[in-house]
């Protein structure tokens, strides 16, 4: 059973607003990951972190941000989100014991009208 | 990274062994062979990884030619619920690495 959380699992939004996705684990790992995926199509990585205060930007360019205050949280922010935004954005983690053992959460899928 | 070819699609009949197959010619000898799926769009699930072993966990067995060049994920009984997107990536296993997930193989696994 997955021990990493994400919320909201579903939103609807307009365009303009702020939002914010949350992930967070429980299983102590150093490293976490965003991915964004439309339908039918491939994972992209946004962005990952090592650990606290360690944030970089992943292979596709996102408009978001992240931060990584607390080894357990990593926080995915969009300041204005528009209809381009739309997509389903997934948090992982991964321990030392397996730097490609990456463990999922079950997805944010955002909408954004 | 070494770059892994695997068909876009393959059908499975229930209850029989789905053999998925991952070419990777490229590998270089530090470079470990994983497996991951997706199950209608929910989070990719990691499945199995190997280095020239072949290994067997509780969900499935992999096999890697001696010439590491390729390999193949068994599902030795298909259920309706491995339906999934299936991903073969090859990468070395160290804390810098990044997980790059191509289009992998779709299984539909059918009654």
């Known amino acids: 059973e997955a021990d990493i959380y994400q919320t909201p699992r579903y939103l609807v939004i307009g365009t303009g607003k702020k939002i914010t996705l949350e992930c967070s684990q429980t299983?102590?790992?150093?490293?976490m990951y965003w991915y964004q995926q439309d339908p039918g199509m491939e994972l992209h990585l946004i962005h990952y972190s090592y650990g606290v205060n360690s944030t970089e930007k992943g292979d596709l360019s996102s408009e978001s941000t992240v931060s990584r205050i607390r080894t357990e949280h990593f926080p995915l922010t969009l300041e204005s989100a528009r209809p381009s935004h739309t997509s389903q954005y997934l948090c992982?983690?991964?321990?030392?014991?397996?730097?490609?053992?990456?463990?999922f959460g079950a997805g944010s899928r955002l909408t954004v009208l | 990274d070494a770059k892994t070819t695997q068909p876009t699609s393959m059908d499975c009949a229930e209850g029989r062994a789905a053999n998925l197959p991952c070419n990777h010619s490229?590998?270089?000898?530090?470079?470990?062979v994983y497996w991951y799926r997706q199950i209608h769009s929910q989070g990719p699930q990691y499945i199995i990884h190997?280095?020239?072993n072949n290994e067997t966990n509780e969900m499935a067995s992999l096999i890697i030619t001696e010439d590491r060049k390729s390999s193949t994920l068994i599902l030795p009984h298909a259920t309706l619920r491995d339906t999934a997107v299936y991903y073969c990536i090859v990468r070395v296993n160290n804390a810098g690495n990044m997980l790059t997930f191509g289009g992998g193989t779709r299984l539909m696994v059918k009654p």
């Open positions: 190997g280095l020239k």
């Open positions: 299983m102590g790992h150093d490293k």
């Open positions: 992982a983690s991964s321990g030392a014991g397996g730097a490609n053992v990456l463990t």
């Open positions: 490229t590998i270089s000898g530090n470079e470990y």
